[in-house]
């Protein structure tokens, strides 16, 4: 079983800085207008010719109401109307997508996010996945992956059942705060009772995972409210918690521009609320899986950790790593061998390129050999907190220390420190150091230097 996380409050300040997620590497930072449609379909294509298995994701993006805290690509209405042309136009891409790839690749995986997936009726959402039946092979029986953003506000018993129906096993439910104060602050009033009541559900239409995602650093929130908050959730008894920081960015999300930031919690609250929140997770036996993530050690995360199988794409920690992934709706991100593409993420743009029959592919990336290199390294740190050298030399036919000479004295100076070890042939990240792990990787990443560090908020 891999040590549990040790808090450091010095190590922490010392090496907490700017940087990316890293949920891909390249970061998305790096995609350009140089990749389009035909890029895309020749992914597809050899996808086909490898009969590689797939995992899908699509993105509807309305919401009834705006939460001032929210990152995601979306568009506010009170007009359920308004998903009709956005699901048609939807229809539209995966069937255009779906003709270049073959019968027998199976959908392993498959997440729909938001927005508010749920703002689509009943009869929408049977819709939507009839047509991707239609189009793609989706595993047909309950060991498949099935994902959905869950707002409890929009959801009840009779959707869980549709939902589950429909071959959905795992549920996304956010949980800003339960404290009336914050709540009020962020626009988001949402009770304790429903997010149990949706848990309730979920928990008797037996599904197999719930995701609960807790945010700290929010306007008015303070340590005691967060360490409630916690509480309440822990005695949910979610497969899996989220803890992750608030970032606050007005200048690239507008709905922040809403929120006060006087109202912010200090950096010492902050602090205080993550290092108390990841002590009542630990102690309530939840694994620390890595870049905000816990999980229960019966988890299929947590087992996969365990067994070196964790692996990660542009939409987390997964064990289907090994898929293709097919990014469908506005803004959505695929990752198709040495491909990223992004299709547009104005949705207007979105729905009239595919009225005429084209894709909607904008930017991307082709990664090169050097990309390949440095992203196995960063999805080992990420996934195993440990790097064996030797794997990495005899896949790609370099020598290690020759190849990352320049991050050699960064890493030096983190093993003196005590965030990682570091051997001839090897780097392990220590308990006190797997918060920061982010902060290792920037060691690998080429593009960092050169990436401005306010694209970026800290991650801790």
Known sequence: MLDAIRWDADLIHRYDQAGPRYTSYPTALQFDGKMGSFDLLHA????????????????????????????????????????FSYLKQLEKEIELVACHLGPDQVVEQLHVGGGTPTFASHDQLRQLMAHLRKHFTLQDDDHADFGIDIDPRETDWATMGLLRELGFNRVNISVPDLAPTVQSAINRTQTLEQTQTIIDAARTLQY???????????????PPHFARTVDAVIALQPDRVSVSSYEHLPERHMAQRRINAADLAESANKLKMLQTGVEQLTHAGYRYIGMDHFALPDDELAVAQEDGRLQRNVQGYTTHGYCDLIGLGVSAISQIGDLYCQNSSDVTIYQQTLSQGQLATVRGLRCSEDDQIRRRVIQALLCDFELRFDEVEKDYGIDFRTYFQKSWPALNQMAADGLIQLNDNAISIQPSGRLLAHALCMQFDHYQPASPVSQFSRAI
């Open 44 to 83: 597809l294509r050899r996808s086909r010719q490898a009969g590689r298995t797939l995992s899908l994701y699509l993105h509807l993006p309305f919401c009834s109401s705006v939460c001032y805290h929210c990152r995601s690509n979306k568009v506010i209405t009170a007009d359920r109307g308004r998903a």
């Open 208 to 222: 197999r995972t719930i995701d609960i995602n807790l945010i700290y650093g929010l306007p008015l929130q303070t």
